[in-house]
């Protein structure tokens, strides 16, 4: 069978949610899949960690700036006529072959418009309406996502296939001491800290966890607050609330993280992720490979991705997200089961895994199967 796959998210820089998606799920797909035919379709240069990609993986790069999706790769769609087309990033030509496959991470969009430009809502409302229309399957990386699809947009139930994403991968070892403390030093980070990883906006519930630490503080704790992350809708809110509390040299902004993130998790005493909403939440699973246990929101997806590893908070109560902090902190009992839970948990989120039951949808869609 020949697969199209619109691999341009891999491509992009920094990764976040989707172009990390993308990248991984291409990855172990030709980990799991010898024998169909593989076209990945870029929009940029071939991402390095393309290079080893086995015979049945062929890279296509097709450059163009602007349009790419509706025009370049509707263009090349077309042309070459694949069996199925698969958009891990739910946009879809409005010119295309028949039989197309999407992935939906989530409708945050349509939740929290207010973080959106006009511009970008539009199109995020158009995509989504248009690939739920024409996908023969869609795939949902959440429960709590295909649930919005349904409600929101009437979606058939029946065409949608959650799976997982796979955990994050870490390093072949864990960072060492002086990488730790190199990482610590540059961002004038002095242990004990809290960390928080995501852009920092109101989407995120940034404000609210500035102001959980600051209840802390006055409890006594002798922490830090490190928010890495670079700014997003609401950042000035944010900025306000720690220029205007006693305790702002104990707050740290890092701006964005990259590969230092796995030495900040790795000396955190807690991470704290009370988020609004997520369509799957990857923070969760990076700290528990790196043993940091969890402060998260019992909204969305989080739940669903977090099991039994985390405590869980109503994201709107600030005095329950310090309460929950606090019991992490003083909790030796409490810390380690979620720590062990927590290494459990990523067991269960296995890009391979992921990968073969993806691959299974792709397949059904390439044949015409009826559902």
């Known amino acids: 069978m020949r697969i199209a796959v619109d691999a341009s998210p891999a491509a992009k820089r920094p990764r976040t949610g989707t172009e990390f998606y993308t990248l991984h799920l291409v990855l172990s797909l030709a980990e799991v899949d010898e024998s169909n035919e593989y076209t990945l379709l870029l929009n940029d240069e071939v991402p390095e960690e393309f290079a080893t990609l086995p015979p049945n993986f062929g890279p296509r790069p097709i450059p163009q700036s602007r349009l790419w999706a509706q025009t370049r790769l509707g263009r090349e769609l077309r042309r070459d006529r694949p069996d199925v087309f698969f958009a891990p990033a739910n946009v879809i030509p409005f010119l295309h072959p028949p039989r197309c496959v999407t992935t939906v991470h989530d409708v945050a969009f349509h939740h929290f ?53 796979g955990a994050p991968p870490g390093r072949d070892r864990p960072p060492s001491a002086d990488e730790v ?57 944010i900025e306000r609330l720690i220029e205007a509390s006693p305790f702002e040299p104990d707050i740290v902004m890092t701006g964005y ?46 739940p669903e ?19 929950a902090i606090f019991q992490l902190l003083h909790d030796r009992d409490l810390r380690s089961e979620l720590i062990e839970r927590g290494y459990e948990r990523l067991e269960e989120f296995d890009w391979k895994n992921t990968a073969t039951r993806v691959l299974g949808v792709l397949e059904e869609a390439g044949r015409g199967a009826p559902r």
């Open 113 to 165: 418009p207010e973080c959106y430009s006009p511009l970008a809502r539009w199109y995020l409302e158009l995509t989504t309406r248009f690939a739920l229309s024409r996908a023969v399957r869609v795939i949902s990386v959440s429960e709590a996502t295909k649930k919005d699809l349904v409600q929101i947009y009437d979606a058939d139930p029946a065409r949608i296939e959650v799976i997982h994403s």
């Open 181 to 237: 403390a190199s990482t610590l030093n540059r961002h004038g980070i002095t242990p004990p800290y809290l960390l928080f990883l995501g852009r920092l906006e109101q989407k995120k519930n940034v404000p609210r966890i500035v102001q959980a630490f600051l209840q802390l503080k006055e409890r006594g704790i002798p922490h830090q607050l490190v928010l890495g992350g670079s700014p997003g809708v609401g950042f000035a809110e």
């Open 257 to 302: 993280v990259g590969e230092e993130k796995e030495c900040l998790y790795a000396a955190a005493d807690v991470l704290v992720f009370p988020s609004l909403y997520e369509g799957f939440g990857f923070p969760i699973l990076e700290a528990a490979r790196y043993g940091t246990p969890v402060v998260t929101s019992r909204v969305s997806s989080l």
């Open 305 to 323: 991705v977090a099991g039994q590893a985390a405590l869980l908070v109503d994201p709107l109560e600030v005095d329950e997200i310090a309460e």
